[in-house]
């Protein structure tokens, strides 16, 4: 006769209704004493029919959900105990969370009948499968489980429970981690606040070898086992965890409590969130393999405040425990998400204000403090910069860039916040590039999904930053040379302001289009790629009413022009082109020196094609724009313009002539001779003296 395993097995070979595969995987799970690979496979069968189910009722068929009872619902969420094998709970949440999308509001009722009758019966172990089944499915049904979570009585009845003279740790652990998952709902959090905040406390506040040493006192032959119920403390990592729960309740709401302690203790625990963190920050240094994971994450909700923040950062032992932490994490787990998380608080900026949220930010502050503003002094960009400056010599890139790799879009987005705020220290970009991370954000820009726009964005600003301060053939150099054409679509993504911010922020349009300017400083593929991108967006830009954007912007086209690709653009002949030069020739007599010095140069390229110079000369003030320069108080322009007119006057035939013609008549000869007798380099003299003989001595 065949075994529920064997018969399991053969579930694909076998003519089986849905139903009937269901009952018989139950069975299976119900079966017990398998081994833990066996229970996995069923598991993930049974998932597997749960997430088809949902296809097949919306077909009209039957839901398998009909002839999953209470019996095997019970069975189900008595995988997600604690003592099960990790390996197990993991397949048997994710087989819980498929049951509970395809029962709807048959699942919820009976999860919710076995909460509450697990609770009523109240033994241990009970309480252990309550626990941590509310612990699991929290953030599957949060609704949900805040009900439960929130029904009359429930949290009352923690306190007396862990309060109970002989221990538990199972049960301590189970109920801290439920407490824990439950800290996600504000109003879990609160009712955590209000309930269990005292008993919280004494649980960290407790010295257990002073509890041990009082039992030995008052009964000297008492044998203390490290049993499950042996002892009247709580163990170290039961502790651990309801230290995170206080730093939770701590760094996100104030404290408030209505629980009334009966019994000897008279004085209310104060724990701070910077005792807290010392605790984790002790146990990280000290002792990391026995709370990492509680410590870690206890630290990334301390990591809100800003003396935590600084605290942290200025502790070099621990920044070092933590880059070690991240760089042992498995990707995609807790513990790596937690210790990013960290670094994340301590490296943030504050957010951009316009002065009219400057100004609504005073105005609450002033509301909110009895007419007293109250700044946070060490959030601003000078602390901040100091925190990134330390994380970053602690070592941190080369984990980032190890992470990246095999990093989920939430860690990855954590990832790219980091080096985004580090790379706002110009003194940090090029050590940044030579540890690896312009490919990271290259790679990270390219596989994040469109819907990831901001840290797409983020990530794309990080790289301009670098670029903008890096020898681009140093960056793109190297035994594994990371292509420079793949840093060009994240850059001229950033050339238009985001649509979707509230304010216009055009820092990122600036700081990208200096990456480009250096880029396009390189060779010619390079340039023909800027231009068939995002020519258009560029030419934007030339009107922008910022004058850093516009002097950015004829940078970038100084240098592009040096190509053939945006040299017709300008030089076709074409009413497109003569339009373009109008801009660039007006721009070279704009009020900003940076601009008229960046189209100057422009015109000093362009002008040595004659369709330019026919341009140039019949556009009215065309040629006393030019001249502008020449007499400009800045030699360097000066040698720019006079370039400029030397290439026009310079021009065969006709074009040549009208030229000449055309200088002279805006008084070019005297404009010239003052330029050579203000200028003190030779070459600036000399161009100039060759430019007033040719006016001189021909017609």
């Known amino acids: ?12 070979q076998q003519n089986l209704s849905r139903d009937d595969q269901t009952l018989l995987l139950f069975a299976g799970l119900m079966e017990g004493g398998k081994e833990d690979d066996e229970t996995v496979r069923d598991l ?39 003592r099960q094998q990790d390996v197990v709970r993991g397949h048997a949440t994710l087989a819980t969370s498929a049951y509970l999308k395809a029962s709807g509001d048959d699942g919820s009722k009976k999860l919710s009948e076995f909460f509450y009758d697990r609770v009523k019966r109240g033994t241990y172990d009970d309480y252990i499968v309550a626990f941590c089944v509310a612990g699991v499915i929290f953030p599957i049904v949060p609704d949900l489980t805040a009900e439960l979570f929130l029904s009359e009585g429930f949290l009352p009845s923690l306190g007396p429970l862990m309060r109970r ?16 998952a439950a800290c996600m709902h504000t109003a879990c959090r609160e009712g955590v606040q209000k309930y269990c905040l005292e008993w919280l406390e004494e649980v960290v506040d407790q010295d257990p070898e002073e509890v041990v040493r009082d039992m030995y006192a008052a009964n000297p032959d008492v044998n203390l086992e490290e049993g499950s119920i042996s002892m009247r403390r709580h163990s170290e990592q039961v502790q651990h965890l ?47 393999e026995q709370g990492r994971q509680s410590s870690v994450e206890g630290l990334a909700y301390a990591s809100l405040q800003p003396q935590i923040k600084e605290d942290l950062a200025r502790n070099k032992d621990l920044l070092a425990s933590l880059v070690k932490t991240l760089q042992d994490a498995p990707p995609k787990s807790p513990l790596t998400y937690g210790a990013l998380s960290i670094f994340v608080n301590l490296t943030r900026y504050q957010p951009t204000q316009s002065e009219e949220e400057k100004r609504i930010s005073q105005l609450k502050a002033y509301a909110n403090a009895a007419g007293k503003i109250q700044p946070q002094p060490l959030n601003d960009d000078k602390h901040v910069a100091a925190r990134c400056k330390r994380v970053f010599e602690a070592g941190i890139t080369p984990v980032l860039v190890s992470h990246s790799k095999n990093g989920s879009v939430a860690s990855l987005t954590l990832i790219i916040s980091i080096i985004f705020s580090i790379s706002v220290t110009t003194s940090l970009r090029g050590q940044l ?22 840290t797409k964005r983020m990530a794309a600003q990080a790289l301009a930053r670098v670029l903008i301060s890096t020898n681009p053939s140093l960056v793109f150099g190297g035994t594994r040379p990371v292509p420079q054409s793949a840093a060009i679509r994240p850059l001229t993504s950033l050339i238009n302001p985001d649509p979707a911010a509230d304010t216009r922020d055009l820092l990122p349009t600036f700081e990208t289009l200096m990456a480009l300017t250096n880029l396009a400083s390189t060779d010619d593929d390079t340039r023909r790629s800027i231009v068939r991108t995002a020519w258009t967006d560029i030419e934007e830009q030339l009107l922008s009413p910022n004058n850093l954007v516009t002097k950015a912007c004829v940078e970038l086209i100084c240098n592009l022009v ?10 076709d002949g074409s009413v497109q082109a003569k339009n373009r030069l109008h801009i660039l020739v007006a721009l070279a007599d704009a009020e900003d020196e940076g601009t008229r010095s960046a189209a100057g140069g422009a015109l000093a390229s362009l002008t ?33 313009g006079v370039f400029v007119v030397y290439n026009m006057i ?27 007798k203000k200028s003190r380099r030779a070459e600036v003299v000399e161009i100039t003296v060759q430019a007033i003989k040719i006016l001189i001595e021909q017609v």
Not at 562 to 571: E, K
Not at 660 to 665: P, S
């Open 562 to 571: 040096q190509g053939v690709d945006a040299l017709q653009l300008y030089a």
């Open 650 to 676: 310079s021009a065969e035939g006709e074009t040549g002539r009208l030229a000449r013609e055309k200088v002279k008549q805006e008084n070019g000869v005297s404009i010239l001779t003052e330029c050579a």
């Open 608 to 640: 040595a094609y004659e369709p330019v110079v026919q341009a140039i000369v019949s556009r009215e003030r065309g040629v006393e724009n030019v001249l502008g320069l020449c007499a400009d108080d800045s030699e360097d322009l000066r040698h720019r």
């Open 44 to 82: 993930d069968q049974l998932t597997k029919l749960l997430n088809d189910d949902v296809e097949a009722t919306s077909k009209g068929q039957s839901s398998i959900c009909t002839v999953i009872d209470g019996d095997c619902v019970d069975t189900l969420l008595c995988y997600l105990d604690m």
């Open 165 to 180: 003279k002989w221990k538990s740790r199972k049960v301590e652990t189970a109920c801290l981690e439920m407490l824990n």
């Open 242 to 288: 309801a230290a995170v729960v206080l730093a939770k309740l701590k760094a996100t709401q104030p404290p408030k409590s209505t629980t009334e302690i009966t019994g000897e203790r008279v004085e209310q625990a104060t724990t701070s969130i910077e005792d807290l963190s010392k605790m984790f920050t002790k146990v990280l240094i000290s002792n990391p």
């Open 433 to 454: 590039a030579q540890q690896g991370a312009v490919r990271l954000l290259i790679d990270a820009w390219d596989s994040l999904p469109a819907t990831e726009t901001q």
């Open 1 to 12: 006769m065949a075994t529920v395993a064997e018969s399991t097995d053969a579930l694909q």
